[in-house]
């Protein structure tokens, strides 16, 4: 128990060191961190605009629509090197400040086409924000509130912050996924987007529920995806869904087997107690027997002759 203590205490000590000499984050490394974000985003949004309007034909969409399926991979190879980026150089509470400072800049840039009724951008964040989180997952857990060590989680009840983490990135994948499928719907340069297998009005939540069928690879058969466009971004979605649903079947296995080993340490626990404590009784035992043994050798080394009889007591004795 000691020893587990105290390797505990060096794994906190050693997380310490790992963020000692870094200073807080100021409102310059912010917007510095921001800018990181956004001019990457930016520089891939115009190689997107320019694949678009290059091979739209192939996509068989749009331009604007084809960049938009093309920035869901180009986010996500940004935010693979730049999470760790800013991670080894600040404080989980400065990782975190960045984090927050990118959803609101985020939300702020595409305010005034939500204000008109577009929603497009604010979309397009969804599915961001979702690769975002799922990639800090991956790389620094910790950033989330949950340790790196996976046995932890479940004895420090870290198992809320899991589920909060996995319903967050499966709602933003959803409504933003449901999103693209409808723009690709509704593009007027393909009116052969996908097969549907019912005569009802489609509308968002057609594709709502179709994102939903798509996360949990289910696949009914009713809305198929026919255009380049809508496969592609299926396909997509399909692969992040999987990657998602794996990671938390195996949380739920590595939880199973932890509470499992969990028991089985606190029963070898409880036998090595009751058996430290019998080891104890028996040598306050031996140690008892061993001072009665020496007190009454000290008396036999006092005890007089003959028990302190006469002699002439003890020859008439002896002739009895």
Known sequence: MDFKKRLQQVSLLSSFMHDEGKTDISILKLVNYNLLFFVPILLALLLALW???????YFEASAAVTARILMIYFTIIIFF????????????????????????????????????????LFSNLLIYFGSYTLITFFISPDVLGIEKNIKQWFKHHKQLNIIAVFLTITLLYIFGFAATYYAIYQDQTNSNTFNLGFKKEVGFGTFLYYSVVTFATVGYGDIT?????????????????????VLF????????????????????EAIEKVEEEEKRGLKKEE???????????????????NNGWRPEVVDELRKL
């Open 51 to 57: 694949i678009g309007k290059t091979y739209h034909t």
């Open 81 to 120: 090197f730049i999470v760790p980026f800013i991670r080894r150089r600040e404080k989980l509470a400065g990782v975190r400040y960045s984090i927050v400072a990118f959803f609101l800049v985020g939300i702020g840039i595409t305010l005034p086409s939500m204000i008109k009724g577009d929603l497009s």
């Open 225 to 245: 995806p026919l255009s380049t466009a809508a496969r592609l971004t299926a396909g997509t979605h399909i692969i992040l869904s999987t990657v998602v649903n």
């Open 249 to 268: 079947i195996a949380i739920i296995l590595v939880f199973v087997s932890s509470a499992q080993a969990m028991t089985e340490e606190t029963t070898k």
């Open 287 to 305: 140690k008892e027997i061993l001072n009665v043994e020496r007190e009454v050798e000290k008396v036999d080394r006092n005890r007089p002759p």
